[in-house]
């Protein structure tokens, strides 16, 4: 089987087993059990009788088994969740049986103790140069395919979409789906792969790069595991990104000092391989990230306006307040990040001062006398068409913000003149961003989404998510 | 009249005029009309008959007139919304009349044009040592009084609190209430003070300082207005941060070059007196704040924990991942605020050791395998109880993350232990902090600000605001 083979039946499987179900922890379950077909679906448990009296209804139609050896042989993707002591034992069996991809739960591995070191030591033997099978852990929260119909998490959408994720943890896995889910970005795939024995991020971001359904890449990486060295693993990561095609976010924990001493104590994998890090930030096309809020923006962002060309770091803000465009500018600046915000020059600037009857022309543009929604509309176009600004970023609180219980006629005009802002950027292939208010309601961000409008909490926020997309359309890194 | 019997008149008035009162602006008279005794609240308008017959309900009881010079004399405070050609002849009637305290939410003056700026230096005139009558404004959104039972906006809390606020920006003062408000921070007042012709941000902050019903001061500020020489109103302003006694957050827009175009084309006020702003933020008690998200998560911090006395600039960090301590610490680091995260010392690491079967005790403390809340909340008072150590941030995403549809029973338990994690803190006097993804629900935020815990979006942003309460509580500026 080659590798492409074994991510088939990892992220499409026909057969799926779950060993080791737990009635006290049922919510596990209610991905696989809730999506995936029942009939080819297996559970293993100690716990039959409690299951079946507990949870009737739930389980109803799925073969449920007491002992591994029951269930057939050559299973597609299996999860492992038993406890560390009977772990090799279950994975010898599941060998045996010739199970092609199995996702180890488990923890209390490597990362725990000196038993734990040794379990890990033995189930990396078992998976060197295996031919039949692939690991994905131990000590992780395991895989997420919508297409594929499973879930390791019963929250995350059912909705298939085109971002990838490989993370090295779980908890962060859960943070960025559900936050993006809820920003109206959707995932090919996402991987929680704990301490990557077998199957490594480079090996997700191999598949994630060849992939048709996956068109950018995220991945949370603190280092590589302790069972290889250090130096060849990290290089072996450094080829993948090179030989990337994709947009690739890579948010990189243990940058600080004291991040690198949080990290070592995680998953027992070196973050300090900075000699590595240095290269793939300067030699591959990778997007450095240092923040999960920055993850999110930069997905949102390329979700939205993927094909937007910016060609300047340099934006046109919008505002309706003094205030906000001088704190807006200020984060901006703080940001250190090289983002000009450029004033308007001639001949453009006159021909906007025509427009309107006193006040200034600036950048950030403020104009709270200028009635007309089509007088202001063609100043902004007139602005944004200026070959040195590649972007606008607009402050608004939406509809709600125009008077108390606007009527729907009020509503409709706001978004309509929306979408004439956006089609003016989308044509001259700039992105059009917005800066929302932490206060503003539910609706008008669903609503946006609904529209492909891309919303960020801070004019800051917005710039430096553009900045990602303007330095990955106009990379500076070697190609050697 | 003394300067804080003005204040009395413009915080706490008696009666209350509303010159200029549109029907198609009528969200503009809510926050007086529905709170303010409407005997001894005086509407004047050109469109009465209009406001009675689309408003009947809404104006009922309370005094209407066609004229100014219909309402009794001597009004306590009036607001002013007429067009800037009837701006002067309408303060002037009021001046006549000895009006006491006068918000002139009109704009299109010093800010605007020439036309504007002739109408501003007039202004300023009527009000320069003017004996009887005290203006805010004009071009602002005007006061905010809870106790005093009126606000320009109808949307803030008419719940009253301890902090009071002076602004320079409408838009931003609207922000910062309703954020704060959210948050469970309240208010004695609030001041859109525009373009200071008359009472200036000094003035505000003098009368803060002495208000009893006032316990912390936020302030944004530009610039000094161009009606007076800019050294000897940075001068006053700088005399009353030095007089000042209370916590005093102080945003000042325009720090960064591009900011300070911005400002200057905002209010026309000058935002580059550089040796002043310095010479403020060396020598008095005042924090320095860059952004409306560290103000708001300063003043939650203010709110929940003034009585703290953190001795060090340095934290315990509480996870439940090892990816959230790593992003954590290394965007704490990212901070340069000096913001420590120490290592527990021995003797106590050792006794923290002996109290786990295995594992590592790091700050971050990350202990996925100790299951019993008691032996976590014993290691948890061991560690901060550290001398070294003085304040204590929790990643919690509440008892939503305890597994699906949690019953009472556990959602009671979590907040009876998060009850003990405060309490060993506020024994200590140290601050008890969490960190909330921004997923949870609002529930739990309520819940929250119910038991006094203050809630941040991210360690970091918890870090920047510990940071400045620990500044404050051990000022190094030179008092002299």
Chains 1, 2 share one sequence.
């Not at 929250?155 to 789906?177: W, Y």
């Not at 990230?289 to 979700?303: C, G, H, N």
């Not at 007088?375 to 944004?384: N, Q």
């Not at 402050?395 to 709600?400: K, S, V």
Request: glycine letters at 6%.
């Amino acid at each position: 089987m080659t590798q492409i083979d074994f991510f088939e039946k990892l992220f499409y499987p026909k057969t799926l087993a779950f060993i080791g179900a737990n009635p006290r922890r049922i919510w596990h379950l209610a991905g696989y059990i809730n999506r995936f077909p029942k009939d080819s679906l297996y559970i293993v448990s100690n716990y039959i009788d409690e299951l079946k009296e507990k949870h009737e209804e739930f389980i109803k139609g799925v073969n449920i088994y007491a002992d591994i050896s029951e269930i057939p042989d050559e299973i597609d993707h299996t999860v492992i969740s038993v406890s560390r002591n009977r772990l090799l034992e279950t994975i010898k069996t599941c060998l045996e049986k010739r199970f092609y991809t199995i996702h180890v739960f488990s923890a209390g591995t490597g990362e725990f103790d000196e038993k734990g070191f040794e379990i890990e030591s033995e189930l990396y033997e078992l998976f060197k140069n295996n031919k039949n099978s692939r690991l994905v852990g131990p000590n992780c929260m395991g895989l997420y395919s919508p297409r594929g119909k499973f879930s390791y998490s019963g929250g995350f959408s059912e909705q298939a979409g085109n971002f990838a994720l490989v993370s090295q943890s779980g908890d962060l896995t859960n943070r960025i789906v559900y936050d993006l889910n809820s920003k109206g970005v959707y995932f090919s795939f996402a991987a929680s792969v704990g301490n990557s024995i077998s199957l490594r991020s480079s090996d997700l971001i191999d598949f994630y790069n060849r992939d048709e359904n996956t068109d950018a890449i995220l991945s949370y990486m603190e280092g590589f595991s302790q069972f290889r060295k250090n130096e060849f693993e990290g290089r072996i990561f450094f080829e993948s990104l090179k030989k990337n095609k994709k947009p690739l976010l890579l948010l990189k924990g243990g940058m600080s000092e004291l991040g690198k001493r949080a990290a070592s104590s995680h998953t027992g994998s070196l973050a300090s391989q900075d000699a590595i890090w240095n290269s793939i930030f300067k030699q591959t096309n990778a997007i450095p990230i240092v923040s999960l809020e920055e993850l999110v923006d930069t997905a949102v962002l390329f979700r939205f306006c993927s094909n937007c060309e910016p060609k300047h770091n340099s934006i046109l803000m919008i505002t309706y307040s003094g205030g906000s465009s001088v704190l807006g500018v200020d984060s901006i600046a703080r940001l250190n990040a090289g983002i000009d915000v450029p004033a308007i020059r001639e001949p453009t600037h006159s021909k906007m001062k025509e427009l309107i009857r006193v006040g200034s022309i600036t950048n950030p543009l403020d104009l709270p006398d200028v009635r007309d929604e089509n007088v202001r509309i063609e100043l902004f176009k007139l602005a944004v068409s200026e070959e040195y600004i590649s972007g606008a970023i607009r402050l608004t609180g939406g509809p709600r913000t125009m008077g108390k219980d606007p009527d729907k006629e009020v509503i409709d005009k706001f978004y309509a003149d929306l979408m004439r802002y956006k089609e003016i950027c989308t044509k001259l292939n700039k992105p059009f961003m917005l800066t929302v208010p932490s206060t503003s309601d539910e609706d008008f961000r669903k609503k946006l989404i609904e529209l492909e409008i891309p919303a960020f909490s801070s004019f800051s926020r917005a710039a430096k998510a553009f900045s990602n997309l303007y330095r990955y359309k106009n990379p500076k890194y070697s190609e050697t």
